[in-house]
């Protein structure tokens, strides 16, 4: 086993394969949500007669869509005490989007892998991928793999209607040994956000009953017609409780989108380099007539916020412990949501496009005030 990872380590060390440049077919063409879909994707058509039940049902998304489903691996690099490479293997599910060899995952099953392979369907063979783009806010990644035939794909569904209640299927290889898995369920709940270990937040998912273990995320979670209508992301503990989590899949379009076209997710901005959540004490402090706000302190020069005429702190105070600059303006809403901390104007700035004028609500002082910013892209720099 020893020399089996002193010969992988080496592999490894000499340089990973999918850095190479991408060709981007979707570049300036349209994505495969957007073609016609009817006589390619998987599944085709789903029995309707009036005999067919719920069991003939799974059985059927399954035969159709369980070819278009693969499983991940990986592995990685650590080192030890005396800075030897010790190389660590990982799993992960995913799902072919077109039969050119795009598979969506998410990202945590590739980051940091010096090597990544794909097994298709219940195929055996593996093949080398290459990582198209992967976004670590939004917890998704596309990858590449060239099979050297046209490849089975599933078909991308809408997430607007989904329901709590109705019935969902979810394919995945849990604990990266059993490939290709059926697990069904239904939609516990809506609207769930999740907070990773780093503190990054993951909103409006879609809570399942599903089982989903470790190995299950990035496949995919399917209704009853067998469109994907969630990415299989996370649960709550180390081994199924009852309780999983699913990237709707509509989000993940939007991200997709932009790994296919750029290789990277084109976020607006705001340009408030510094701010401080408002609490009751401090707007009493500051003589503030809200309780609840964002109370910038810092706007980057030129950004959005800057050009919208938003104000940083114009006097030094003692707050606390800290001395930060006070009397900027206050953001109590953004796009009509309420306003209370960083982490809701970024989840307003996840919703919306470079190019989109946004209103703001703010206080200057007491006086209540409307703003309309236009959001750009976040500079390549930042």
Do not use: C
Not at 361 to 368: A, D, F, L, V
């Amino acid at each position: 086993m020893r020399l089996r990872h002193f010969v992988l380590a080496a592999v490894l060390l000499a340089g990973a394969y999918y850095v190479s440049p991408v060709r981007r077919p979707y570049s300036a063409g349209r994505l495969p949500w957007e073609k016609d879909q009817a006589s390619a994707a998987i599944p085709v058509t789903l029995a309707q007669s009036a005999g067919s039940n719920d069991e003939q049902n799974n059985i059927q998304i399954y035969k159709q869509a369980s070819p278009a489903v693969v499983n991940i691996t990986t592995v990685t690099l650590s080192y030890d005490f005396f800075m030897n490479a010790v190389p660590a293997e990982g799993a992960g599910s995913g799902f072919l989007i077109d039969d050119l060899g795009h598979v969506i995952t998410n990202n945590h099953v590739i980051s940091g892998a010096r090597q990544v392979q794909v097994a298709v369907g219940n195929d055996k063979q593996r093949y080398r991928a290459t990582i198209v783009g992967a976004d670590p806010r939004s917890d998704l990644a596309v990858l590449k793999i060239d099979a050297g035939r046209k490849l089975p794909f599933l078909k991308l569904g809408d997430s607007t209607g989904i329901q709590v209640g109705q019935k969902v299927l979810a394919i995945g290889n849990p604990f990266g040994q059993f490939q290709n898995t059926l697990t069904t369920g239904v939609v516990s709940s809506l609207g769930r956000t999740l907070r990773d270990r780093s503190g990054s937040e993951l909103d409006d998912v879609i809570q399942t009953d599903a089982a989903i273990n470790p190995g299950n995320s990035g496949g995919p979670l399917l209704n009853s017609r067998g469109e994907v209508i969630g990415i299989n992301t996370a649960i709550i503990g180390q081994t199924y409780l009852g309780i999983g989590f699913a990237i709707p899949i509509n989000r993940a379009k939007e991200i997709v989108g932009d790994l296919l076209r750029e290789g990277r997710v084109v976020r607006p901005w705001l340009g408030v380099r510094q701010s401080w959540p408002l609490t009751a004490e401090l707007a009493e402090a500051l003589q503030l007539p809200v309780e609840e706000g964002l109370l910038i302190l810092e706007v980057v020069s030129s950004s959005p916020a800057d050009v919208a005429g938003l104000r940083g702190g114009q006097r030094m105070a003692i707050i606390g412990n800290y001395q930060v600059p006070v009397g900027g303006d206050v953001i109590v809403a953004f796009a009509g949501q309420p306003v209370r901390d960083l982490s809701d104007v970024r989840r307003v700035l996840d919703r919306h496009k470079p190019g989109e004028t946004v209103k703001m609500s703010i206080y200057r002082g007491r006086q209540k005030m409307d703003v309309s910013v236009r959001l750009e892209p976040v500079p390549v720099s930042r």
